[in-house]
């Protein structure tokens, strides 16, 4: 159940131990990046939120570490974009967990206790305590700004060093579930040449918990540029995960199946 759940976190969020707390002013380039108006790097970001595909899948090498465990394994993931993700991992390589993700649900197939679950999609904020809808977990993989929105308020820091794109907001319907009083800060950080995401840090300053996404690398297939490898920073109160990320075999915009079957002999999970 350990090695389950631990699996499962990545199909529902998608540090290292010692974890000292990274911020975005530890991303530094050698040189200073060439001046850009605020208005330009906002609309940089506005349109990388609006890229499109309509399927998505790869393999994944993952490793995996937090305060108690240090583990790697693979996971194929399909996306049919606004409609439902599903992800089989397998560890050495036998497939021992299926998840589907639709937009307001979660089933997970446990091959090891042949077990199964089905929750609505705040079983992610239960668990993991991370409040991503499913929109946000699309945008994660695809290495898009999470949770960008035109409706709301964007500001440039003052940084010469790079280009940083930061926004402060309360409980949006839809988006990042949050308590009325709380706020959520995000920060997109640009590459050098303001073309495309670096990294992305989420902060809820309420629950003492933040997420860093690292994007490494980058890859174009069929003209769409998308992650290779990325690394992801996760510090809560009560543990410390960080995860490095590598996508295999790519495809985009091809047919894709999304199935998940739940064997009748199969019980509810605790």
């Known amino acids: 159940m350990i090695l389950y759940r631990h699996c499962l976190f990545l199909l529902c969020a998608f540090t290292s131990i010692s974890c000292a707390k990274k911020t975005i002013q530890d991303v530094v380039s050698s040189e200073n990046p060439p001046k850009i108006k605020d208005k330009v790097l906002i609309a940089v970001v506005d349109s990388l939120s609006k890229i499109k595909t309509e399927t998505f899948y790869t393999k994944l090498s993952v490793e995996y570490k937090d305060t108690t465990r240090d583990l790697s394994f693979k996971t194929s993931v399909k996306n049919v974009t606004d409609s439902a993700l599903n992800a089989i991992i397998t560890y050495a390589r036998i497939p021992i967990v299926t998840a589907m993700i639709t937009k307001d649900s979660v ?20 668990n993991f ?22 409706e709301q308020k964007y500001s440039v820091l003052s940084n010469p060093h790079t280009y940083v794109i930061s926004s402060r907001r309360k409980k949006t319907p839809g988006r990042l579930e949050r308590d009325e009083k709380e706020e959520v800060l995000i920060f997109y950080t640009l590459n050098d040449q303001a073309t495309q995401i670096q990294s992305i840090s989420i902060e809820s300053p309420s629950d003492s918990t933040s997420i860093i996404i690292d994007y490494i690398s980058w890859q174009v297939i069929n003209g769409i540029q998308v992650p290779l490898k990325a690394e992801i920073y996760i510090a809560m109160p009560q543990n410390k995960i960080h995860l490095r990320l590598e996508y295999e075999k790519v495809e985009i915009n091809e047919p894709l199946e999304l199935i998940i079957i739940i ?8």
Not at 263 to 270: A, L, T, V
């Open 263 to 270: 064997p009748e002999s199969y019980e509810k999970c605790d």
């Open 107 to 126: 089933s997970i197939v446990n091959k090891n206790d042949k077990c199964y679950t089905r929750a609505s999609l705040s079983y992610i904020k239960e």
């Open 129 to 150: 305590g991370i409040d991503f809808n499913y929109g946000n977990i699309e945008e994660l993989i695809l290495g898009k700004p999470i949770d960008y929105s035109e």
